[in-house]
């Protein structure tokens, strides 16, 4: 706009756009307007309107260039009107990194250690659960052949239900209830209600399930599950705090289906505001038919400051 529209603007917001450095809230406080040259605006920072231009070639996760209550001064041409914004500095700043969030997953397939600072910096604005809001998968299912199928219509994926691991959602009286498949099309409610579904009813499955950190929390034995939690407690974290699983339980488990020894370690890195840690898991498992399965598990906590601490649960001594 230019400096005669500008004087209509004084303390009032108005949009600094920086181009790949992002979009900015603010009040325009004051205006430098001498003779011939281009009029400058003091603009006090309020929020974040678009956050800056992230690439899959980045190895750090750009920062804004403005912080709340920044005043900067700017050239006219990069002030914009711009309608009222009644969201906090934070609040503005995490809708923009969901929309960035967004464009990543729809936009790049390698970009998992991008999303992973998005995610930490959303933790850190207590705003992580912008990045669940699309909790569910919704599935319609179907029969072929004698066999239940659900299809994804939106993706084309189609998954059958038979053996299926998963805790299922049914819709019955317009509200959904978990349950878990029984055969030819049954499912069974918590509370023990047999449902028949038909042709085209819909079922869903709860984002969740498919994140390693979750799985390996339910194939973890409770003593397992305790020493774990025993180790994050006297560390001051808790799971909401889990940043990165790699989960090579899961893999090995998924691709050996006929072996009955599995070991190695899962790598589980957390972040609070004050420290980072990673956990390595070293595992061992033989599955057995007639007898419990033998499981060794140990959680070697390592935070960046130095501190180390070793939690242990075994059903037998391990070959260690």
Request: proline share 3%; hydrophobic share 30%.
């Amino acid at each position: 706009m230019n400096r005669k529209e500008a004087q209509a603007y004084l303390n009032q917001l108005v949009l600094i756009d920086k181009g790949d450095h992002g979009r900015y809230y603010g009040t325009l406080e004051d205006l430098i307007a001498e003779e011939r040259k281009p009029w400058r605006g003091k603009v006090r920072i309020t929020g974040v309107e678009r956050y800056p231009k992230i690439s899959s070639e980045l190895s750090q996760l750009p920062k804004p260039v403005f912080a709340e209550n920044d005043l900067v001064e700017e050239p006219g041409v990069n002030i914009f009107p711009c309608n009222d914004n009644s969201l906090s500095y934070n609040h503005s700043l995490a809708d923009a990194l969901k929309e960035r969030w967004d464009q990543l997953q729809e936009t790049y397939t390698n970009s998992e250690h991008l999303l992973t600072q998005i995610q930490q910096y959303m933790k850190q604005l207590k705003s992580e659960k912008l990045l669940t809001e699309d909790t569910y998968i919704y599935y319609q299912v179907f029969e072929k052949n004698g066999e239940m199928f659900m299809y994804d219509e939106e993706k084309g994926d189609k998954l059958a239900i038979e053996g299926c691991p998963f805790e299922f959602e049914i819709k019955t009286n317009g509200r959904w209830e978990p349950a878990h498949y029984d055969d030819h099309g049954h499912f069974i409610t918590f509370d023990e209600k047999l449902i028949k579904l038909k042709p085209s009813d819909d079922v869903r499955l709860n984002k969740k399930q498919f994140d390693p950190y979750y799985i390996l929390k339910n194939e973890l034995e409770e003593p397992a599950l305790d020493a774990l939690e025993s180790g994050m407690q006297r560390l001051g974290i808790n799971h909401e705090h889990c940043m990165y699983c790699h989960n090579s339980l899961l893999i090995q488990l998924l691709s050996s289906i006929e072996e009955q020894e599995f070991s190695g370690v899962n790598f589980i890195s957390y972040a609070n505001e004050n420290q980072q840690f990673i956990v390595q898991h070293h595992y061992e498992r033989t599955i057995q038919d007639e007898e419990d399965d033998i499981t060794f598990d140990r959680f070697e906590f390592t935070s960046d400051s130095g501190e180390r601490l070793i939690t242990t649960y075994a059903t037998q001594v391990s070959n260690e």
